[in-house]
C-alpha cells in the first residue's frame, strides 16, 4: 500500500475517534474507556490473527520485552499523562504539546540512536510543528501553558513517550503486524483493567446499548486495526515518516467536525492545513525534486 494513503487512513481513523468518545466520555471514565480499546482492540487482532498461516503466527520469543516496553510507553504512559495533563490545560495547547511527538522523535534518534536525519528532514518536522501551532493557537496565545506549567510538562512526557514507543516498534522488524500488536494491547490491558478497576470502580459501570456499540467501534477500529496498519507503516517506512500522523490527526478532526457538526474553520487553521501539508513535500525526496524541476 502507498504510504501516503497507509499515512491518511491511520490519521483518517485516529482523527474519527474523538466523534465516538464523545459520545461515551460522560459515562465512561479515561481509565476504563483506554482499559476497553486495548482490550477489545487485542481480541479483535486475536481473532484476525486465527486466519493467519502458522508461520505468520509464530512469534520470536526475544520480542515479548519489546512488546511489554511498547505497551508501558505507547499505551499505559501516555494515557496517565494525559488524563492528569487535560485536568489543567486547555485542549488548544494540549495538541499543540502532543504534536511534538515527530520532534521528541527526530531528536531521539539522532542523541540516542545515532541516527543521521536529511535536512529535509528536519525542515519536514519544524514545519509540521509550526502547521500545529497555526492550527491549534489558543484564543488567549500561550497563556495557558504558563497558567499550568505542571500539565503542560506531563503533556510534553506524553508525547515523549510517544515517540520512543515509535522508534522501539522499529525493533517488530519481522513477522505479521497484527500478531506484534495483539501482543502489545493484550499486555496493555493487563495494566489498564487493573487500573479501572481500582481507581474508577468500573464494575460498577452502567451504560446504554448504544454506547456499548460505540466502545466497540472503538476498541476494534480505533486499537486493534488502527495500530496493526501503525506497525506496518513503521516497518515500511520507519519511525519518523510514521510519527507524521500526529500531525495530520487534528487536520482530519477539524475536516470532519466542518462537514459533519459544521464547526467553522478559521484562517489561521487553514493556514495551519497548508503548512503541515507542505510539511509532507520536504519529508519525500523525489516528490521535492519533482517540484523543483517544475
Same mark, same amino acid.
Given at each position: 500500500?502507498?504510504?501516503y494513503?497507509l #499515512?491518511?487512513?491511520i490519521?483518517g481513523?485516529?482523527?474519527?475517534?474523538?466523534?465516538f468518545? !464523545?459520545l461515551?466520555?460522560?459515562?465512561?471514565?479515561v481509565?476504563t474507556?483506554s482499559?476497553?480499546?486495548?482490550?477489545i +482492540? @487485542?481480541i479483535?487482532?486475536?481473532?484476525?490473527?486465527?486466519? /493467519?498461516?502458522?508461520?505468520?503466527?509464530?512469534?520470536?520469543?526475544?520480542?515479548?520485552?519489546w512488546?511489554?516496553?511498547?505497551?508501558?510507553?505507547?499505551?499505559v504512559l501516555?494515557?496517565?499523562?494525559? !488524563?492528569?495533563?487535560?485536568k489543567?490545560?486547555?485542549?488548544?495547547?494540549?495538541?499543540?504539546?502532543? @504534536?511534538?511527538v515527530?520532534?521528541f522523535?527526530?531528536l531521539? #534518534?539522532? !542523541? %540516542?540512536?545515532?541516527?543521521k536525519s536529511?535536512?529535509?528532514e528536519?525542515t519536514?518536522?519544524l %514545519?509540521?510543528?509550526? @502547521?500545529?501551532v497555526?492550527?491549534?493557537w489558543?484564543?488567549q496565545?500561550?497563556?495557558?501553558?504558563?497558567? $499550568?506549567?505542571? +500539565?503542560?510538562?506531563?503533556?510534553?512526557?506524553?508525547?515523549?513517550?510517544f515517540?520512543l514507543?515509535l522508534?522501539?516498534?522499529e525493533?517488530?522488524?519481522?513477522?505479521s503486524s497484527?500478531i506484534?500488536m495483539r501482543?502489545?494491547?493484550?499486555?496493555?490491558?493487563a495494566?489498564l483493567?487493573?487500573? $479501572? &478497576?481500582?481507581f474508577?470502580q468500573s464494575?460498577?459501570?452502567?451504560?446504554?446499548?448504544?454506547?456499548?456499540?460505540y466502545?466497540?467501534i &472503538?476498541?476494534?477500529?480505533? !486499537?486493534?486495526v488502527?495500530?496493526?496498519l501503525?506497525n506496518r507503516?513503521i516497518r515500511?517506512e520507519?519511525a519518523?515518516f510514521?510519527?507524521? $500522523?500526529?500531525?495530520?490527526?487534528?487536520?482530519?478532526g477539524?475536516?470532519?467536525?466542518?462537514?459533519?457538526?459544521?464547526?467553522?474553520?478559521?484562517?489561521?487553521?487553514?493556514?495551519g492545513m +497548508?503548512?503541515i501539508?507542505?510539511?509532507l513535500?520536504?519529508?519525500?525526496?523525489?516528490?521535492?525534486?519533482? /517540484?523543483?524541476?517544475?
Amino acid at each position: 500500500m502507498n504510504k501516503y494513503v497507509l #499515512l491518511l487512513l491511520i490519521s483518517g481513523i485516529w482523527g474519527s475517534q474523538f466523534f465516538f468518545i !464523545a459520545l461515551v466520555i460522560d459515562d465512561v471514565g479515561v481509565i476504563t474507556l483506554s482499559a476497553f480499546k486495548a482490550c477489545i +482492540g @487485542g481480541i479483535c487482532l486475536l481473532f484476525i490473527g486465527f486466519f /493467519l498461516s502458522k508461520e505468520e503466527r509464530r512469534v520470536n520469543r526475544s520480542y515479548y520485552k519489546w512488546y511489554i516496553i511498547i505497551a508501558v510507553f505507547e499505551v499505559v504512559l501516555p494515557f496517565a499523562f494525559i !488524563a492528569q495533563g487535560q485536568k489543567t490545560v486547555p485542549s488548544s495547547i494540549a495538541a499543540m504539546l502532543i @504534536g511534538m511527538v515527530p520532534v521528541f522523535t527526530i531528536l531521539f #534518534l539522532i !542523541a %540516542f540512536f545515532k541516527r543521521k536525519s536529511t535536512r529535509g528532514e528536519i525542515t519536514s518536522i519544524l %514545519f509540521g510543528f509550526a @502547521g500545529i501551532v497555526f492550527l491549534s493557537w489558543p484564543t488567549q496565545g500561550f497563556q495557558d501553558f504558563f497558567n $499550568s506549567i505542571q +500539565g503542560s510538562i506531563l503533556l510534553i512526557l506524553a508525547a515523549m513517550s510517544f515517540g520512543l514507543s515509535l522508534i522501539i516498534m522499529e525493533k517488530l522488524n519481522e513477522g505479521s503486524s497484527v500478531i506484534h500488536m495483539r501482543n502489545v494491547l493484550l499486555i496493555a490491558s493487563a495494566f489498564l483493567i487493573p487500573m $479501572s &478497576l481500582l481507581f474508577e470502580q468500573s464494575f460498577k459501570l452502567d451504560i446504554e446499548r448504544s454506547q456499548s456499540i460505540y466502545l466497540a467501534i &472503538l476498541g476494534i477500529f480505533h !486499537a486493534g486495526v488502527v495500530y496493526a496498519l501503525f506497525n506496518r507503516l513503521i516497518r515500511q517506512e520507519g519511525a519518523l515518516f510514521t510519527s507524521f $500522523s500526529n500531525y495530520i490527526v487534528p487536520v482530519i478532526g477539524m475536516i470532519l467536525g466542518f462537514y459533519f457538526l459544521h464547526e467553522a474553520l478559521s484562517i489561521h487553521q487553514l493556514i495551519g492545513m +497548508g503548512i503541515i501539508m507542505m510539511s509532507l513535500v520536504f519529508l519525500d525526496k523525489k516528490l521535492m525534486k519533482k /517540484l523543483i524541476r517544475k
